[in-house]
């Protein structure tokens, strides 16, 4: 089994087994060549989340309970597992939410040392269960420079670059895969932001030979794919609660133009706020961007849907206090 890194857009190519987390000459996405060794078995108990149906005819896809609270275990996990096989001792990652979450997990549960970056915006609560995972937190005064020191890191340890690493890619893949005896007669609602989890369900599903229905669902301040596919539909305007879907230029955006296979719908607070609130009271605890995926299917009077549920809301008692002071 061998593997190897390439760059589509300037022809780099890597060496037998060389793990690079971008290109290093162009700075792009890159893709991979050949078979990288994966997790024999879920390390954590990722992966494998139930698919729930309503009285509707609507179909969750439960990816919050993964178990760091997000569907991010599926890439953390493979690119982790690389990273030992690799023989790394330490991991790297700039995030100030769920990827930071998933990485001090496997990080502990492999014996790696994780070295969080992360903005001095990132909430208390968050910063505080990183700390208690065990993971050592770098605070920085913006987002920007907290990725600028991970980069500075990637010589001695691995960096987990979500949104340009193939390997985390091919661990999303895996729910593409799970979905694909659904999704032949379902639209899948996907939320996109930096793109991984929208090209990861649609190469799942191609790579079984399932034609993706798929419609990416954005927020207003991150509407990436606005002027590249067809908007289905455009609700509020407000993007404070989405705090998941924050990504603006994502490095992937060409590919993410493929797989939004139906085209976008923009999804304000306006309207996630009233879903979030209704699928709690339902029993979902999810993130609040998680919520858009319910105001698009219904605005566009979807008969069966799949929705992606993609964080849990358990780390958000804040905000629930604010909504419920805000009625
Ligand atoms: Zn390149």
């Known amino acids: 089994m061998s593997w190897s890194l390439y760059c589509p857009k300037c022809g780099w190519e890597g060496g037998s087994e060389d793990y690079y987390p971008f290109c290093p000459k162009c700075g792009s996405p890159l893709e991979l060549k050949g078979t990288i060794p994966v997790p024999p078995k879920p390390i954590l108990g990722e992966g494998n989340t139930p698919l729930v149906e309503d009285e509707r005819g609507v179909a969750y896809k439960l990816e919050y309970l993964n178990p760091t609270g997000s569907f991010k275990d599926r890439g953390t996990s493979y690119s982790l597992y690389l990273a030992k096989q690799l023989g790394y001792k330490c991991v790297v990652v700039d995030s100030s939410g769920n990827t930071a979450l998933s990485v001090a997990g496997y990080a502990g549960i492999l014996g790696l040392k994780a070295r969080v970056h992360v903005p001095a915006s990132a909430s208390k609560g968050k910063i505080a269960l990183l700390k208690f995972m065990g993971a050592e937190v770098v605070i920085h005064p ?14 001695e ?42 090209i990861g369900v649609y190469r799942g599903l191609v790579s ?120």
Request: proline content about 5%.
């Open 157 to 198: 340890c691995f960096y987990v670059a979500h949104a340009t690493s193939p390997i985390f890619l091919k661990g999303i893949e895996s729910l593409g895969r799970e979905l694909a005896g659904e999704a032949s007669d379902r639209t899948i609602f996907v939320p996109a932001s930096s793109g991984t989890l929208l």
């Open 208 to 327: 079984q030979g399932v034609e993706p229905r798929i419609v990416a669902v954005q927020s207003p301040a991150a509407a990436s794919l606005a002027n590249r596919v067809k908007v289905l539909e455009r609700l509020g305007s407000k993007s404070r609660l989405l705090d998941a879907l924050v990504v603006k230029n994502p490095p992937r955006i060409e590919e993410m133009v493929e797989a939004a296979t139906l085209g976008v719908v923009i999804v304000g607070d306006e309207y996630a706020s009233v879903a979030w609130r209704r699928l709690a009271e339902r029993g979902f605890i999810v993130e609040p961007s998680s919520a858009t995926v319910l105001v698009a299917s219904d605005a566009l009077g979807e008969a069966r849907p799949l929705l992606i549920l993609t964080g849990s809301g358990l780390k958000y008692h804040d905000r629930m206090a604010e909504e419920i002071e805000a009625k």
């Open 142 to 155: 913006t987002r920007e420079l907290a990725a600028e020191a991970a980069r500075r890191e990637i010589q």
